[in-house]
């Protein structure tokens, strides 16, 4: 009766705790689905990185364009992230009684950084292997057909087990939030 009144200074763990946990599962399922993602897409990339290296381009130059490409999609991601939330904030508000967050970005200087660490970080999870596997083969191999992708190989079979295994423990981890919630 205490915290309905106000009285009662603490947030309840579950709201802490269980909203960070659907956080990190969403951010890793994002992460190990973007990074399939540009694994599976090289195969189209080929030609062009095969082209770029013959007119000269190095590999650290072919690894910085493809881990500049992963920044901006973390951006567009992180932007659209910020548009949602304005959108999904009052709703999550209500779930909770003593709950009234704000979306205050320039009063909020830990949050800014927050979000360049993130920024960082999810550019980092996703953009990496991709970029040192595709920047890592010869152009001859590149234009003889030398170079197969498909998801046969155990990394692409790892990456798409633990994205299924995040997001059904996501799955069950927001239904037991909601429901805590409700209670």
């Known amino acids: 009766e205490l915290r309905w009144n106000m009285m009662y200074p603490d947030l309840n763990d579950a709201m802490i705790w269980g909203t960070v946990l659907m956080g990190i599962m969403l951010l890793l399922t994002a992460c190990f689905n973007f ?70 970005f320039w009063n909020n200087p830990s949050l800014l950084v927050f979000l360049s660490i993130m920024l960082l970080l999810t550019t980092f999870l996703a953009a990496v292997y991709p970029a040192f596997y595709i920047s ?30 995040t997001a059904t423990m996501g799955l069950v981890v927001g239904i037991t939030f909601s429901q805590n919630a409700t209670y």
Not at 38 to 48: F, H, P, Q, T, V
Not at 86 to 103: A, F, G, H, S, T
Not at 141 to 165: A, E, P, W, Y
């Open 136 to 165: 890592a083969f010869s152009p001859t191999q590149i234009f003889r057909d030398k170079v197969k992708f498909s998801g046969s190989n155990l990394f692409s079979r790892l990456l798409l087990g633990l994205q299924v295994t």
């Open 35 to 104: 990074t399939s993602m540009m694994i599976s897409l090289a195969g189209k990339r080929l030609k062009e990185i095969g082209i770029r290296k013959v007119m000269g381009s190095s590999r650290k130059q072919l690894i910085f364009q493809l881990l500049v490409e992963g920044a901006i999609m973390s951006i567009a991601s992180i932007a659209i992230g910020v548009l949602l939330l304005k959108i999904v904030l009052p709703y999550y508000n209500q779930m909770w009684r003593e709950l009234d967050l704000k979306l205050l």
